[in-house]
């Protein structure tokens, strides 16, 4: 079965380290997009992809960065910048980037500070 | 701007009654409507969702909508709620403005009590 696959589960990060969350979908979308979910905060966008090697940043990128060198794989990096980054981490794709297209979600995985 | 409020952050049913989510938005024109559920650590799944027609839309697991511009809701029902429908709910609008900007409330926890 497509879907999308979000790895690893659980991410602990120490003071001053990038860490790496992976997003892979079998699902042949063009879109993705990464959220962070805080407690009765709803889902904020970090950033967004439409189309391979382009990417939009969303309402909270500061501190994260993309990559989207392959059509599957849309990589997060929290960088230290961000001095907040406990949180759940959803990625989400559609097929195309229309309105009336409902976005898939992953599995997300929960970063920690150490 | 758009905007979605769910002025209920919690609430509790017992099995078997009827249950109502209210989701409020504001939007220039006509919206994009959705409502996705997530289960404690997992992504979300979409229930239903609404672009226009009919105004009562039926999704899976028994949930209904019903959107009513006239008070800018898209309320979720279910006539009868079973325990597995213990969750949060998340109402979701999408705008128009160039990529699939989807805007999420601040979601709704259910409890189902014997």
């Known amino acids: 079965d497509g879907g999308i696959t979000q790895s690893p589960k659980y991410l602990f990060r120490k003071e001053g380290q990038n860490v790496t969350l992976s997003c892979e979908q079998n699902?042949?979308?063009?879109?993705m997009y990464w959220y962070r979910q805080d407690p009765g905060q709803g889902l904020r966008l970090i950033y967004y992809?439409?189309?391979?090697?382009?990417?939009q940043k969303g309402d909270i990128a500061e501190g994260y960065s993309v990559s989207r060198e392959k059509k599957e794989s849309f990589p997060l990096t929290v960088t230290s910048a961000q001095k907040n980054p406990t949180a759940f981490y959803l990625c989400?794709?559609?097929?195309?980037?229309?309105?009336?297209?409902?976005?898939?979600f992953g599995d997300g995985t929960r970063l920690s500070i150490l | 701007a758009q905007s979605v409020t769910q002025p209920d952050i919690h609430i509790t049913v017992s099995e078997g009654a009827s249950l109502e989510l209210r989701c409020n938005y504001s939007?220039?024109?006509?919206?994009?409507l959705f409502w996705y559920v997530q289960s404690p650590g997992q992504g979300l799944q979409l229930l239903l969702k609404y672009f226009s027609g009919d105004t009562l839309v039926q999704g899976i697991k028994g949930f209904e909508a019903e959107f009513k511009r006239s008070q800018s809701s898209f309320n979720l029902r279910k006539p009868s709620v079973h325990w597995s429908d213990a969750a949060e709910y998340f109402c979701a609008v999408v705008n128009s403005g160039g990529y699939q900007k989807v805007t999420f409330g601040t979601g709704t926890k259910l409890q189902v009590i014997p």
């Open positions: 699902l042949n979308h063009d879109a």
């Open positions: 992809s439409q189309i391979v090697n382009d990417f």
């Open positions: 989400a794709s559609t097929p195309r980037d229309r309105l009336n297209q409902p976005q898939h």
């Open positions: 939007y220039g024109a006509t919206p994009y």
